[in-house]
């Protein structure tokens, strides 16, 4: 089928464009033009002071462990939904999705509430880990918990719609050449999903490293110990410390844009992907 080359908009378009560009200049482009602005207003040594403060860089350090639990528990949950989901039919499916997407509609809040309902220290189950000497909330179990609940949902919707799209073709061809299961996963599959998987990684990563409702409802905000990196941004800003919060605010804006550079070149790597007509076949002995 041969693709239709875009056509330049006509004088109501040029306005819709100009619509486009301003509202986004003014809803995202001035407030991170302040971020930086006001975290660089004592200097280059002001910025530096305040991300290597003992408390700040204890944040820093918790959000990054918090992600690299986080992330890859996710990216496994949504390889195995997205394959449950697209290739094999069964009673409940549609329940299963709509569970999966649940995430998306609930608010933070309720996220991080549900597991101090369940191990807080009049929870369902705390009493019994406290005889343990277990502590889920107000530590970085809790925090971990209430991460993975927000972002599990961003790995599989990147891999269901493009393996939807794919079919089972391959892996029918991989079965019928003598593969096994494995096999046709890491050979077949795998390679197909590769840049949509890194995708939902990457939009996983970012909200990990930015969630800041549901980590605020089970850390107790422990300075040094349990703030994230947005919840020491609060409470710097609580302590009239523009300075600082501005700047581990930039660090985070920083990831952000970066995030959202490498989302934007793997786009365009997965559309020539999806685009191409031929793919190379694998050949199983």
């Not at 639990?69 to 949504?78: K, Q």
């Not at 220290?121 to 343990?132: E, I, S, T």
């Not at 079965?175 to 990684?201: D, E, K, M």
């Amino acid at each position: 089928m041969r693709s239709v080359a875009p056509k330049r908009p006509s004088p109501v378009g040029w306005v819709l464009v100009a619509v486009a560009v301003g509202w986004l200049a003014l809803a995202i482009g001035l407030p991170l033009a302040t971020v930086f602005i006001e975290a660089f207003r004592q200097g280059w040594t002001g910025f530096v002071g305040a991300i290597t403060d003992p408390d700040a860089l204890a944040a820093i350090r918790l959000t990054l462990l918090v992600a690299a639990i986080a992330v890859p528990l996710n990216a496994l949950f949504g390889v195995v939904a997205a394959w449950t989901v697209t290739k094999f039919e069964f009673r409940g499916k549609t329940m299963l999705v709509s569970v999966i997407d649940l995430p998306f509609s609930m608010s933070p809040v309720i996220s991080g509430l549900v597991w101090v309902l369940l191990f807080g220290a009049n929870g369902w189950f705390g009493p019994l880990l406290d005889q343990w000497g277990v502590k889920i909330i107000f530590n970085t179990t809790g925090i971990v918990l209430a991460t993975i609940l927000v972002t599990l949902p961003f790995v599989a919707r990147e891999l269901v719609p493009l393996m939807q799209a794919q079919g089972n073709e391959e892996e029918l061809a991989a079965a019928t050449l003598g593969a096994g299961g494995l096999s046709t996963f890491f050979r077949v599959t795998l390679p197909n999903i590769a840049w949509a998987l890194l995708t939902g990684v990457l939009l996983c990563n970012a909200r990990a490293m930015g969630e800041f409702g549901a980590v605020s409802v089970v850390s107790g905000h422990i300075r040094g110990l349990t703030n994230t990196m947005p919840l020491h941004v609060e409470l710097l800003y609580n302590d009239y410390d523009y300075v600082g919060a501005f700047s581990i605010a930039s660090v985070l804006a920083g990831l952000a844009l970066v995030t959202l550079v490498l989302k934007t070149a793997l786009e365009r790597r997965l559309a020539g992907e999806v685009s191409s007509d031929e793919r190379p076949m694998t050949r199983f002995r």
